[in-house]
């Protein structure tokens, strides 16, 4: 808009202003007439480039919006950011970075200096890749990605300790607090019961007839 629109803006003015201050020298009709065709012709032109690129604007924002969320579950914190697009043979594939934070690992929320800004800090797990590779479920209150190596290997992911959330989240400090809450709610969360495999009465005593039988026949072969 600045390279396109402003020009515009200016030689507009100009025209005007040059027909102000010399419009009562101005005899000719057809001359005037081309002046009052300029003029408008660069208003119409600004308005239509402003609707374009507002459109444009409104297409990326909304994409942007898709795929940037914050989510909170029991036993994580996921935040996706859109990071741009390619398209290649006239397939468009999505570029996105996955934050993982599971809240046992978590360690607190602040703003920064102009309060626009929240910063998480705690074992944070980075994933970057084509959208369509990072889609994941949720089980047991915790992000599992559809492709396995995702979950499994560790060069898939980068570790950093501190993460910041941009601008596009209007009221960071109500996910601050969130985020505290999940942490609170995350350690009344009993720890699960070890399974302990008992053996059975039945199998002890299946085990002492076979043991029995066993004895029996050796000392039948015996003597």
């Known amino acids: 808009m ?18 102000m201050f010399n419009l009562k020298m101005v005899t000719d009709k057809t001359f005037l007439l081309s002046y009052i065709l300029m003029i408008g012709g660069c208003v119409m032109t ?5 609707i374009v690129y507002a459109a444009v604007c409104d297409h990326y924002i909304r994409v942007g919006r898709h795929y940037t969320y914050f989510e909170i579950l029991p036993k994580a914190a996921v935040f996706s950011e859109y990071k741009g ?18 809240l046992k690992n978590y360690d607190r929320a602040y703003l920064d200096e102009r309060k626009k ?9 980075i994933y970057q890749g084509e959208s369509s590779a990072l889609g994941y479920h949720v089980k047991d209150g915790f992000p599992v990605f559809d492709k396995w190596w995702y979950n499994e290997a560790e060069k898939s992911y980068k570790t950093a300790g501190v993460v910041r959330l941009p601008m596009d989240f209007e009221r960071p400090g109500r996910i601050a607090a969130a985020m505290d809450k999940a942490k609170r709610d995350f350690e009344k969360i009993p720890p699960k ?3 302990v495999f008992k053996e059975a009465d039945i199998v002890r005593k299946r085990r002492e007839l076979k043991r029995l039988a066993e ?9």
């Open 193 to 195: 019961k070890e399974y």
């Open 215 to 223: 004895e029996a026949k050796y000392w039948y072969d015996r003597y």
């Open 85 to 102: 697009s390619y398209t290649v043979f006239g397939e468009k594939t999505i570029l996105r970075r996955v934050c993982v934070i599971p």
């Open 2 to 19: 600045i390279l396109t629109v402003t020009p515009l803006a200016q030689f507009c003015m100009m025209l005007i202003w040059a027909l």
């Open 46 to 50: 600004g308005m239509v480039l402003c």
């Open 117 to 125: 800004h929240l910063i998480l800090l705690g074992e944070i797990r």
